[in-house]
């Protein structure tokens, strides 16, 4: 026993070790996004092996977007791929919107605003799908919230066999697990709008498919109690509990990937 608890530690030690070590300090003073403000801790990103600081989260969305856009800011190194790009002639009037937008932000920025501009000739179709993908951030707070809240409230009505401590946590657990069922299939539209580069392209693939298991235990976990409110009583609770203690676990880390989506991934150390 001992000596399968000295591993865990040394594997929790090392991944502690590990995360200090990947934090890096910004190559960057001032944001590359709005040259004339200076970037703020805990809002970065990793871009060609270097870590770039933003003064806002809606610089670092704006970059992640369109990265090559504000490489002349960094004074940063272009890929062949991005080479091309700049030599194309085609590309030109793409450079010159690129400038002409990067010019209007810096000339009045709005830190609670994402300048975002809509495309007139966007069809109604894409912007109904582009609503949908943003209701994400709006419904995906429900579940990370509310299914924790429901396994406090499990773990208390088990401790003191309370039935009105275990009737307010199958409440919460129903309204998290819908609502993560919502967030899942929102995030999931998001996602497929992004375009996310490099190292975020990997955390975005890891919290797609973490949300995806949160919604697939979360509906295991309301088949559950549909269940234990037949005849097989026991074993549909026994299903609902198991599935809300694994999504304490799965929730916060489906939402610390989230969370490196938006203040970049080095933002909890």
């Known amino acids: 026993m001992n000596k399968h608890l000295n591993k865990i530690v040394a594997i929790l030690v090392f991944g502690l070790s590990a995360s200090f070590t990947m934090a890096a ?6 944001c590359p996004v709005t040259t004339d403000e200076a970037i703020e801790a805990g809002i970065s990103a990793q871009y060609q092996g270097k870590t770039i600081g933003f003064c806002c989260k809606s610089c670092l969305r704006k970059f992640n977007k369109d990265p090559q856009a504000y490489l002349e800011n960094l004074d940063l190194e272009t890929t062949p791929e991005e080479s091309d790009h700049h030599s194309d002639p085609e590309s030109h009037s793409d450079e010159g919107s690129h400038a002409e937008e990067a010019s209007t932000i810096e000339s009045g920025h709005d830190h609670a605003t994402d300048h975002h501009v809509d495309n007139a000739e966007t069809s109604a179709s894409s912007r109904l799908v582009a ?5 994400h ?16 409230f499990e773990l208390i009505g088990m401790k003191f066999d309370s039935k ?3 009737f307010s946590a199958r409440i919460n657990f129903i309204f998290g697990g819908l609502a ?9 539209i998001a996602a497929s709008q992004s ?3 490099g190292e975020l392209a990997e955390v975005l693939q890891v919290h797609r498919w973490l949300g995806v298991s949160v919604a697939s235990l979360s509906l295991l976990g309301l088949l559950g109690l549909l269940v234990s409110r037949g005849r097989h ?3 549909g609770t026994t299903l609902y509990r198991i599935m809300l203690f694994v999504l304490l676990i799965v929730v916060p880390i489906t939402a610390h990937f989230g969370g490196s989506m938006i203040y970049g991934t080095d933002y909890l150390f």
Not at 131 to 135: I, N, S, V
């Open 25 to 30: 300090e910004p190559i960057n003073a001032m």
């Open 131 to 135: 609503f949908l993908g943003k209701l």
């Open 137 to 152: 951030v709006l419904v995906v707070h429900l579940p990370i919230a509310l299914i924790p809240l429901a396994g406090v």
């Open 164 to 166: 009105t401590w275990q």
């Open 180 to 188: 993560a069922l919502a967030a899942a299939s929102f995030g999931w």
């Open 195 to 197: 375009s996310y580069t």
């Open 233 to 235: 009583k026991n074993s």
